[in-house]
């Protein structure tokens, strides 16, 4: 058991929360609730990482969508929750980002413990690693309302990222062509 302890900014609230035991945070991965955007500090809050940089947590994925968005990194647990809740299937490409290797979902071996349908303690992995007994099998419907609600922003936060884009590529014809900032 580490006596680190963990703060964390969840970008897409800016709320705080912490200190977090080491476990906490390695419990929060598990359960697909960080961010490739959130910020940590083991510090009190003085340097900020990425979660991604935080080696423990295995955010070592990229998932290719199918439209060719890139989302993470992230770790196995979240390619878990998109499965299970629809957001991408079997033949989607993944990036492992230490190797370099691309490869289809499909054809990873946690793929076949990650069923669509299912999504339970015995189907969710901590990073490369299976959960502890002591997690419970049945969630209560409100986590499962949470999770589907996940997974949604997740999806609004992809076309918010993509209108953004595209308003600044417009913003920017439109200085050109006028010189002026658009109003």
């Given at each position: ?15 705080k929360?912490g ?5 906490d ?17 083991d ?12 080696k ?17 990194p ?6 878990q929750?998109?499965?299970?809740s ?8 993944l ?15 946690f793929?076949?413990?990650s ?5 339970s ?17 049945a ?28 308003y ?7 200085r050109e062509?006028?010189?002026?900032d658009?109003?």
């Amino acid at each position: 058991m580490s006596t680190r302890t963990w703060h964390l900014i969840k970008t897409s609230t800016q709320e705080k929360y912490g200190p977090l035991s080491h476990e906490d945070l390695m419990q929060l991965a598990a359960e697909a609730k960080l961010s490739p955007m959130d910020r940590l500090s083991d510090d009190g809050g003085i340097t900020w990482l990425r979660a991604p940089m935080v080696k423990a947590l295995q955010m070592d994925w990229l998932i290719q969508m199918l439209d060719q968005y890139l989302y993470g990194p992230t770790n196995i647990a979240t390619i878990q929750e998109f499965l299970a809740s629809g957001q991408i299937d079997g033949h989607v490409t993944l990036i492992h980002c230490v190797t370099g290797k691309e490869s289809r979902l499909q054809d990873q071996a946690f793929y076949r413990d990650s069923p669509q349908h299912v999504r339970s303690a015995q189907t969710t992995w901590i990073g490369a690693r299976w959960p502890s007994s002591e997690r419970s099998e049945a969630e209560p419907h409100a986590l499962q309302r949470i999770r589907f609600l996940e997974g949604q922003l997740v999806q609004a936060q992809q076309a918010l990222d993509e209108a953004q884009r595209a308003y600044q590529i417009l913003r920017q014809q439109f200085r050109e062509q006028t010189g002026q900032d658009p109003r």
